[in-house]
């Protein structure tokens, strides 16, 4: 089966930096997405991990290490509009079809 | 960009009605299109991968029977709730991927409520 855990939320201050963890267990691994997501919205994508290290892009930067099945989102110069949920999701090459599944999610109060 | 739309964005329907839901690929073609439920505060959970030309295929705990997926084209994927309930009244995301990379494009969601 398919586990993935990230803790349910998060509060920080505008300008500061939060890690988000995500922990996984699949039977296959291809890589570790990040996606984006407000209230009433469809989540959209942020970073990809296939290979272990560090992905940067702009403000956001991904980690991954395979080894450890663990990989976090590090969000800097927080603004009040990344006020989102956040979920990894991993994709899983079994059966030919490349499926995502998706964390618990991890909601990100951002405040003044 | 990639963008995928879906019809309608938001639907209220009698128990026991069947809602057809579109999900469109507008500037790519996508061999395969996911169907994704999501409940309030809770996270997507795939309920099948639907590939164009052959039959859907669904997680485990997803009645086929359900929850119809057709996939005729390569821009076009429906998932029908037949015989709808209000347990089922939830978000209904899609996505497609294009195969080139490894980023999957989502739709807005439709809402579905069911009275």
């Known amino acids: 089966g398919q586990s993935l855990e990230q803790p349910s939320e998060v509060t920080a201050v505008e300008g500061a930096i939060v890690q988000i963890n995500c922990t996984y267990q699949?039977?296959?691994?291809?890589?570790l997405s990040w996606y984006q997501q407000h209230d009433g919205g469809a989540p959209t994508f942020l970073s990809y991990?296939?290979?272990?290290g560090l992905e940067e892009t702009g403000r956001f930067s991904s980690f991954l290490s395979r080894s450890d099945s663990y990989g976090y989102l590090l969000l800097q110069e927080l603004q009040m509009k990344d006020s989102a949920s956040y979920f990894c999701a991993v994709r899983d090459p079994s059966d030919n079809f490349n499926k995502f599944y998706f964390g618990s999610g991890t909601k990100l109060n951002v405040k003044p | 960009g990639a963008v995928v739309s879906q019809h309608p964005s938001w639907v209220i329907c009698k128990s026991g009605t069947s809602v057809k839901i579109e999900c469109r690929s507008l500037d790519f073609q996508a061999t395969t299109m996911f169907w994704y439920r999501q409940f309030p505060k809770q996270s997507l959970m795939l309920m099948a991968t639907?590939?164009?030309?052959?039959?859907?295929?669904?997680e485990q705990g997803v009645e086929k029977d359900k929850f119809l997926i057709n996939h005729a084209s390569l821009t076009l994927s429906t998932l029908t709730v037949t015989s709808a309930h209000p347990e089922d009244s939830s978000f209904y995301i899609c996505?497609?991927?294009?195969?080139?990379?490894?980023?999957?494009?989502f739709g807005p969601g439709t809402r579905l409520t069911v009275l």
């Open positions: 639907s590939n164009e030309g052959s039959k859907a295929t669904y």
């Open positions: 996505s497609a991927r294009t195969g080139r990379n490894n980023e999957q494009f």
């Open positions: 991990n296939a290979l272990d």
């Open positions: 699949t039977s296959g691994f291809y890589g």
